[in-house]
């Protein structure tokens, strides 16, 4: 009901179901990952998904926790010189409806018939190797 948190519940959202699953990366010169040595020019792939979920860079990071301090720090639109030109785009977008939402239903809820109870909800996800979707996703409206 805050929304003053809506940026940073975004960005959690972002943090703990990134879009993206992970990037291809090419190794400019050799590097040792781990136990592993990895030649110059070896490609790599970057989970961020599992870069979002660090203990190490958030705390209790299976939580989701609108509130979290350091949310925005997720990988879920790369870094750097690999970022998503449409990040800003796509957070507008996102703030944008869901503003319009919330100025019209008073109550958004997980349809619990078609992916359990809280606590124990089943989801179905589309098939591919990069990115992460949801094949469907059921909700319940109470309209203003």
């Known amino acids: 009901e805050d929304r003053s948190l809506l940026g940073n519940f975004i960005e959690?959202?972002?943090r703990i179901e990134?879009?993206?699953?992970g990037d291809f990366r090419l190794s400019r010169v050799p590097v040792t990952i781990g136990d592993q040595q990895l030649g110059a020019g070896t490609t790599v792939m970057v989970i961020n998904g599992a870069a979002n979920r660090d203990p190490r860079?958030?705390?209790d990071p299976d939580?989701?926790?609108p509130e979290r301090k350091n949310a925005?720090?997720?990988l879920a639109f790369g870094r750097g010189i690999h970022s998503c030109p449409g990040a800003p785009l796509a957070r507008a977008e996102t703030r944008v409806g869901l503003e319009r939402l919330l100025d019209r239903t008073s109550d958004i809820r997980i349809s619990e018939s078609k992916h359990g109870p809280a606590g124990d909800r089943r989801y179905q996800y589309i098939p591919t190797y990069i990115l992460r979707g949801l094949t469907e996703l059921h909700l319940?409206?109470?309209v203003r």
């Open 12 to 14: 959690e959202c972002l």
């Open 72 to 74: 925005r720090q997720h």
């Open 63 to 65: 939580t989701f926790d």
């Open 140 to 142: 319940e409206f109470d």
């Open 18 to 21: 990134s879009p993206v699953k």
């Open 57 to 59: 860079r958030f705390d």
